[in-house]
């Protein structure tokens, strides 16, 4: 595999925790073009962890899923009781709000005779953990490779569970899902921490596999195409927002074929793909069926 | 010191029409479909990447460019409604506004694909300098802004309580199941409204590129951002509301800019906008949005 195969397979792995964490949303039922926050907190505590603190990358990791967690938390606790278009403005504008945030820290040490840190706009360089202890491109693509493929299994074993199936009750019907005796906040309140931590791992990912991020970076761009991922790919099943990274990323970037008219191409087919399909390709009916056929 | 608030209110104020035109729009539709559409912006950037591409090529004149990037708003609000609305009438909110993202994307590289430099010139609304009060200045592209936001809130106005077409447009958006029951075409409505929306945002966007006199495509983003936020405060689907929310988000910016420089002006604007969301304000959070 070239260099290029290998870059874009990442790409598709880190694009894939902030399109779950999307995800994990649309299930309890709330729609946020936030989630480029969380990606952004994730991607710069952990740099600051590693590249000015000397962490090593798995606890700088698990900082800054923490702090992306608490974040989306804090945040969920008075936004979460607006709803539909309400939820997901005011997530936008908290979003927007720490992107002028990272614009504004200019918070750098000297590191190896070296300034390093965020210097606002002109952005974060010199993350380069993975590039110090000798890790290649293929080995990193095996580290993400691992820790989505764990995520996922943990999304696969809880939505067969019953906390999984709590969840969409929340999503479909909330005032159903209390009278049955479910507390519809604190759901609503964990798939948001849940949501944030998984958007900041993927930003600590991204942001060592890139060594350099900059606040543009984290703009509403990544948080609606978040969205899109997991809406297309399909909310029947967590495959849904790896195979909606994939078509954009995977296919239609790495072939090349449409250089150039790429988003014209992606663009036509989701709102096509949306038409026939508004729960996206692998919805429930046909995570049902394939279920069935499989079993 | 004075002088400076004085001035900075009436450039708040001029950039505030421009705001409170696109947010206008925004919320016509917004009221008949109870849907936000992302494509709003992009729309109208095509619109006026239509008019600079004529400007570029035949040197239109500017009443000619002005239609140009009426009639190109309007068709491009024409095929997001087709493609994103009309599908997803009572289905899915969230299907409806992620299709109207992506067609966002379509309008961004096409424009970038017509016409590739980052920046073109647009020719001027008015050539001659700023009128001047007393000691201070007001853009006269600036009254104009004004002046077209008052007579399309007036228009508009007129539209909705004095006409048939208003009528069954009040119905849709109060009770669709009676409207349609008594023999509104509502699926005929809901086009119009959005034509009707598109043009409106086809004058916002050329009043702003012509006094800007250069257009970028940033223009999309830049349009739906301010439309939804000035929408927003104003209260969803207010047409007053819309206005005030406009003109409040101009000064806003307008003083904000001046006492604590660029950066700051958008995160007050969006930390204004999430304080009143989480506080709930009546104005704001009463109307049902899916």
């Known amino acids: 595999m070239d260099d290029y195969a290998l870059g874009v397979l990442t790409n598709v792995g880190l694009f894939s925790f902030v399109a779950l964490s999307a995800y994990l949303l649309l299930l309890a039922g709330e729609m946020s073009f ?16 590693t590249a000015l603190y ?3 990358l798995p606890f700088a990791a698990i900082a800054a899923m923490a702090l ?8 969920g606790l008075p936004t979460l009781r607006l709803r539909g278009l309400y939820f997901a403005m005011a997530t936008l504008a908290a979003a927007e709000m720490a992107r002028i945030v990272f614009e504004l820290v200019h918070f750098q040490r000297e590191v190896d005779g070296q300034l390093a840190g965020p210097d606002g706009t002109q952005g974060f360089r010199g993350i380069r953990w993975i590039l110090e202890q000798d890790i290649e491109p293929p080995g990193y693509l095996g580290i993400v490779c691992l820790l989505l493929a764990l995520v996922l299994a943990v999304f696969l074993r809880a939505e067969r569970s019953r906390l999984g199936a709590t969840l969409r009750a929340v999503g479909e019907d909330p005032e159903l899902a209390a009278v049955l005796g479910i507390d519809v906040r604190r759901v609503k309140l964990g798939a948001a921490a849940a949501a944030g931590a998984l958007a900041a791992l993927g930003g600590v990912l991204y942001a060592h596999h890139n060594t350099y991020i900059e606040p543009r970076n984290f703009d509403i761009m990544l948080g609606v195409h978040s969205l899109a991922y997991a809406l297309i790919g399909g909310l029947g099943t967590a495959f849904g927002p790896l195979l909606g990274v994939l078509l954009d990323i995977g296919v239609l970037e790495a072939s090349r074929v449409f250089q150039g008219y790429r988003m014209i191409v992606f663009g036509g087919l989701v709102a096509v793909l949306l038409v026939f399909r508004p729960r996206g390709l692998l919805d429930e009916k046909a995570v049902q069926w394939l279920r069935r056929r499989l079993s | 010191m004075l002088a400076d608030l004085i001035q900075n209110t009436l450039d708040g104020l001029g950039a505030g029409a421009a705001y409170a035109l696109l947010a206008l729009g925004f919320t016509l539709i917004f009221g008949v479909l109870r849907r936000a559409n992302l494509s709003y912006g992009p729309a109208i950037m095509f619109g006026c990447y239509c008019a600079a591409w004529t400007h570029a090529n035949f040197g239109a004149g500017l009443l000619l460019l002005a239609l140009v990037a009426v009639a190109g708003a309007v068709l491009a609000g024409a095929y997001v409604e087709r493609l994103c609305f009309a599908p997803h009438r009572g289905g899915s909110a969230i299907a409806a506004m992620v299709a109207s993202f992506a067609l966002w994307m379509q309008f961004e590289e096409l424009a970038t694909l017509v016409m590739p430099r980052h920046l073109y010139a647009f020719p001027a609304l008015y050539e001659g300098g700023p009128l001047a009060l007393g000691p201070f200045t007001l853009r006269v592209e600036s009254l104009a802004m004004l002046a077209a936001a008052l007579a399309a809130c007036a228009l508009l106005w007129w539209t909705l309580y004095r006409t048939r077409f208003g009528l069954a447009v009040r119905a849709v958006i109060e009770q669709p199941a009676a409207a349609s029951l008594s023999g509104i075409d509502v699926p005929g409505v809901l086009v119009r409204v959005f034509a009707l929306a598109s043009a409106l945002g086809g004058v916002a966007g050329y009043l702003v590129v012509a006094s800007h006199e250069q257009i970028t ?35 806003i910016e307008a003083h904000s800019q001046w006492f604590f420089g660029p950066q700051w002006r958008d995160l007050i604007a969006y930390a204004l906008l999430f304080v009143l969301l989480a506080a709930r304000v009546p104005w704001m959070t009463t109307r049902s949005a899916s």
């Open chain 2, 217 to 251: 495509p940033m223009l999309g983003m830049w349009s739906t951002m301010k439309g939804l936020l000035a929408m927003m405060l104003g209260g969803l689907g207010s047409l007053p509301g819309a206005v005030l929310g406009g003109l409040a988000l101009g000064l």
């Open chain 1, 54 to 56: 000397g962490w090593p």
């Open chain 1, 34 to 49: 936030g989630q480029q926050a969380f990606f952004g907190i994730g991607a710069y505590a952990g740099g600051i962890l």
């Open chain 1, 68 to 75: 992306g967690g608490l974040a989306q938390f804090l945040l």
